[in-house]
T-cell receptor, first 111, second 113 residues
Framework: RKEVEQDPGPFNVPEGATVAFNCTYS??????FFWYRQDCRKEPKLLMS???SGNEDGRFTAQLNRASQYISLLIRDSKLSDSATYLC????????????FGAGTRLAVHP | GAGVSQSPRYKVAKRGQDVALRCDPI?????LFWYQQALGQGPEFLTY????????KSGLPSDRFFAERPEGSVSTLKIQRTQQEDSAVYLC???????????FGPGTRLLVL
């Protein structure tokens, strides 16, 4: 079983739609949580950190449920430019910040 | 300012050849990571440096893989006797000491024929 699991998609949604991605992680001692965005043939880029209290950045809302070991990302009012792969990422407890990635969820926003 | 750079951007190797992939991190960044990303998968950790010290090489898939960062800045990932399963994108990331944010380079796309 992979340490971070995501639905690979693809999610095909029209512009303006709301879409939600989920992710589960297996190590309860995981320390930090992130969503990264990766465009086709590009490097991953940090989208946002994820906290138990939930956090919002414009149209994007992320939530962490430590008890269920579950992370979510909600995108409201989808834009064509949101089309990308969204990677769920955790770091292990203690020490340095080695990133453990899920396989990613593909999003395609169409006109 | 300049970000993380990697070279070459693309490399085609014949099976059995040795390859060397270079990473130039952001100036002053203490932490340096290498990741391998196979097609359709997320990046997977290979190794970690803090300055010139290689503190974790647990992700290196075999003893054919070797990484170094002798002066605490530029790093090289070397793959000896390449195999077809080594075909992947190799990503380098750097970060400040203790910082959570890692900045990724554009990657080297390796194809082993």
């Amino acid at each position: 079983r992979k340490e971070v699991e995501q639905d690979p998609g693809p999610f095909n949604v029209p512009e303006g739609a709301t879409v939600a991605f989920n992710c589960t992680y297996s190590n309860s001692a995981s320390q930090s949580f992130f969503w990264y965005r990766q465009d086709c043939r590009k490097e991953p880029k940090l989208l946002m950190s994820v906290y138990s209290s939930g956090n919002e950045d414009g149209r994007f809302t992320a939530q962490l449920n430590r008890a269920s070991q579950y992370i979510s990302l909600l995108i409201r009012d989808s834009k064509l430019s949101d089309s990308a792969t969204y990677l769920c990422v955790v770091t292990p407890y203690g020490g340095y910040n080695k990133l453990i990635f899920g396989a990613g969820t593909r999003l395609a926003v169409h006109p | 300012g300049a970000g993380v750079s990697q070279s070459p951007r693309y490399k085609v190797a014949k099976r059995g050849q040795d390859v060397a992939l270079r990473c130039d991190p952001i100036s002053g960044h203490v932490s340096l990571f290498w990741y391998q990303q196979a097609l359709g998968q997320g990046p997977e950790f290979l190794t970690y440096f803090q300055n010139e010290a290689q503190l974790d090489k647990s992700g290196l898939p075999s003893d054919r893989f070797f990484a170094e960062r002798p002066e605490g800045s530029v790093s090289t990932l070397k793959i000896q006797r390449t195999q077809q399963e080594d075909s992947a994108v190799y990503l380098c990331a750097s970060g400040t000491s203790g910082g959570e944010t890692q900045y990724f380079g554009p990657g080297t796309r390796l194809l082993v024929l």
